[in-house]
């Protein structure tokens, strides 16, 4: 089983953002304990940007993979163009956010990426990746 990990704008500045809704652990470690988790049971292939049209370029080179892992930080709210490039991604799509954001402000409510996606983890900070990739590896 192949999985891409998938970051989106800001998520790079993780342990300097508002910790009472990112938590305080940087990307590298979230990324470093998703290797962990993993072992050998499934590939990761992790990738961060804060560009919208590069993660819709970076799905679409990866469509053979079996599922994705995403967390498109604002874009989450915003991005047709990354819902429809999910939408051609035939394995498990699984939406991430560190934060709850059905309990954030009116403009988070629009969430794009679940009309895609089949699972989403939300709400535990960090523990919210470690939680979807426990459910692939179910
Ligand atoms: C986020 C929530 C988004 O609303 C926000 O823009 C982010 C992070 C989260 O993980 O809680 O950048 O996706």
């Known amino acids: 089983m192949k999985i891409l990990v998938i970051n989106?704008?800001?998520l790079n500045m993780l342990g300097q953002r508002d910790k009472k809704y990112y938590g305080s652990v940087t990307l590298k470690v979230i990324n470093n304990n998703l290797k962990?988790?993993?072992l050998n049971k499934v590939k990761l292939k992790f990738y961060q940007s804060n560009c919208e049209g590069k993660i819709v370029t970076f799905i679409q080179k990866h469509l053979k993979y079996d599922a994705i892992i995403i967390n498109a930080g604002a874009y989450t709210h915003t991005s047709v163009a990354i819902h429809d490039a999910l939408e051609l991604f035939k394995g498990e799509i699984i939406e991430v956010?560190?934060?709850n954001i059905?309990?954030?402000e009116e403009f988070r409510q629009t969430d794009y990426i679940s009309l895609v996606a089949s699972k989403c983890f939300m709400g535990n900070k960090e523990k919210s990746y470690y939680d979807a990739l426990s459910y692939l590896l179910k």
Do not use: C, D, I, V
Request: charged content about 35%; overall charge positive; aromatic content about 0%.
């Open 8 to 10: 989106g704008p800001n």
């Open 36 to 38: 962990k988790q993993a």
């Open 97 to 99: 956010h560190l934060s």
């Open 102 to 104: 059905k309990e954030r």
